[in-house]
């Protein structure tokens, strides 16, 4: 896959605070990348380096082989071949949908003829007939969406931005536009640079996920490698291996609990290799009431309905708290075991 950008040891600061530290970064043609992080870390001032919205203080930007940013020059965002979709849209409200999607072109000053015919092939990809003569405020969210994306690809940029763009949705549209991202970027090739903290929203629409912590890439991988392998107790946490257990001891691949001892994935320690933190996931426990392989005794607190499931927090001999997902209600101070997918069960040195 041919490199269109490249992110060079960036780093920048607000006054005193630094807020990237060193990023570096590959984007392939085609390829979608997505940034999770938790609030703060330093998404959107990344994306925005990259839009050349804000100047870095360090390091370079280099688009399709051209440094585009770099501590000496920041160019400007309308010469850099870039299109952004904002969360709240920013669709102009007295425009029409047809003025707001050609506006690109008409600042590019596209002769009449072939605006129509980019017009039409938007309105087609991203099902919009029947809308372009409406106001923005004539359209449902989801609408609005697709026409904020279709004003992005019209001028065929090398690269789209999207900041966070369906936090503004409710749950439901958000699951069907991210299916329809994800499908629509994918068949026309567009090299698309994501921003999120949705992790279900980066895994649906990436090929490579981004974890940034603090100003610093913690992991860069596939959706799949980072969901079954997060390398750090910060990725793990955010990818939904939200128990925790701490003061662990670790013998090989074997941690011991109080008087249960565990089998974990094998992993490599840093720190104190003597005592670990365990985490994993709800859906990686199952509820028995016989003692199985890999398996921790617990006592119910209390069950709590999610519709689809119970959510069941449990207390372990030793004091900790965690939760599984079950499909039957388990009273409280019922006696029973949890046992853990070894191959699910992460070790952090501590
Ligand atoms: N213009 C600014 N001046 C001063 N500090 C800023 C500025 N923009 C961002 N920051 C600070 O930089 C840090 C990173 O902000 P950034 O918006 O990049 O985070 P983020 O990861 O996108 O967060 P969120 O998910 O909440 O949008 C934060 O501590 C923020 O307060």
Same mark, same amino acid.
């Not at 959107?44 to 930007?61: C, E, N, R």
């Given at each position: 896959?041919?490199?269109?950008?490249?992110?060079?040891?960036?780093?920048?600061?607000?006054g005193k605070t630094k807020v990237l530290t060193g990023v570096n970064l590959t984007i392939g043609e085609g390829e979608i990348v997505s940034v999770l992080g938790p609030s703060g870390c330093?998404?959107?001032?990344?994306?925005?380096?990259?839009?050349?919205?804000?100047?870095?203080?360090?390091?370079?930007?280099?688009?399709?082989?051209? &440094?585009?940013?770099?501590?000496?020059?920041?160019?400007?965002?309308?010469?850099?071949?870039?299109?952004?979709?904002?969360?709240n849209f920013a669709l102009w409200p007295h425009m029409k949908v047809r003025d707001n999607i050609l506006f690109g072109l008409k600042i590019k000053k596209l002769d009449a003829k072939e605006?129509?015919?980019?017009?039409?092939?938007?309105?087609?990809?991203?099902?919009?007939?029947?809308?372009?003569?409406?106001?923005?405020?004539?359209?449902?969210?989801?609408?609005?969406?697709?026409?904020?994306?279709?004003?992005?690809?019209?001028?065929?940029?090398?690269?789209?931005?999207?900041?966070?763009?369906?936090?503004?949705?409710?749950?439901?549209?958000?699951?069907?536009?991210?299916?329809?991202?994800?499908?629509?970027?994918?068949?026309?090739? $567009?090299? &698309?640079?994501?921003?999120?903290?949705?992790?279900?929203?980066?895994f649906a629409m990436a090929d490579k996920i981004v974890v940034m912590n603090n100003g610093v890439i913690e992991q860069m991988d596939t959706p799949m490698d980072c969901y079954t392998n997060?390398?750090?107790?910060?990725?793990?946490?955010?990818?939904?291996?939200?128990?925790?257990?701490?003061?662990?001891?670790?013998?090989?691949? $074997?941690?011991?609990?109080?008087?249960?001892?565990?089998?974990?994935?094998?992993?490599?320690?840093?720190?104190?290799?003597?005592? &670990?933190?365990?985490?994993?996931?709800?859906?990686?426990?199952?509820?028995?009431?016989?003692?199985?392989?890999?398996?921790?005794?617990?006592?119910?607190?209390?069950?709590?309905?999610?519709?689809?499931?119970?959510?069941?927090?449990?207390?372990?001999?030793?004091?900790?708290?965690?939760?599984?997902?079950?499909?039957?209600?388990?009273?409280?101070?019922?006696?029973?075991?949890?046992?853990?997918?070894?191959?699910?069960?992460?070790?952090?040195?501590?």
């Amino acid at each position: 896959m041919k490199t269109l950008m490249e992110l060079n040891n960036i780093q920048k600061s607000f006054g005193k605070t630094k807020v990237l530290t060193g990023v570096n970064l590959t984007i392939g043609e085609g390829e979608i990348v997505s940034v999770l992080g938790p609030s703060g870390c330093g998404k959107s001032t990344l994306l925005k380096i990259i839009a050349g919205i804000l100047p870095l203080d360090d390091g370079t930007v280099t688009l399709d082989g051209a &440094v585009v940013s770099s501590s000496k020059q920041t160019l400007a965002t309308e010469k850099r071949n870039i299109n952004m979709v904002f969360q709240n849209f920013a669709l102009w409200p007295h425009m029409k949908v047809r003025d707001n999607i050609l506006f690109g072109l008409k600042i590019k000053k596209l002769d009449a003829k072939e605006m129509e015919t980019r017009l039409q092939e938007v309105v087609n990809l991203l099902h919009l007939d029947g809308l372009i003569d409406r106001y923005p405020a004539e359209l449902s969210g989801g609408q609005q969406q697709r026409i904020a994306i279709a004003r992005a690809l019209i001028t065929k940029p090398k690269v789209v931005l999207l900041d966070e763009p369906l936090c503004n949705l409710d749950i439901q549209l958000r699951i069907e536009m991210r299916t329809e991202m994800a499908y629509l970027f994918r068949s026309i090739g $567009t090299t &698309v640079f994501h921003v999120t903290h949705d992790p279900s929203e980066a895994f649906a629409m990436a090929d490579k996920i981004v974890v940034m912590n603090n100003g610093v890439i913690e992991q860069m991988d596939t959706p799949m490698d980072c969901y079954t392998n997060p390398k750090t107790q910060m990725v793990a946490g955010l990818l939904g291996a939200s128990n925790t257990i701490k003061g662990a001891k670790i013998n090989g691949n $074997t941690a011991t609990i109080g008087s249960d001892t565990l089998s974990v994935r094998p992993f490599q320690v840093d720190g104190d290799t003597n005592t &670990v933190t365990l985490r994993f996931r709800p859906e990686a426990c199952r509820w028995t009431t016989t003692k199985e392989d890999n398996a921790l005794s617990v006592t119910v607190l209390l069950s709590t309905f999610e519709g689809n499931c119970y959510r069941i927090k449990l207390q372990t001999a030793s004091g900790d708290e965690f939760c599984i997902l079950g499909q039957e209600m388990i009273a409280p101070n019922t006696n029973g075991y949890v046992s853990i997918d070894a191959n699910q069960l992460y070790a952090y040195g501590q």
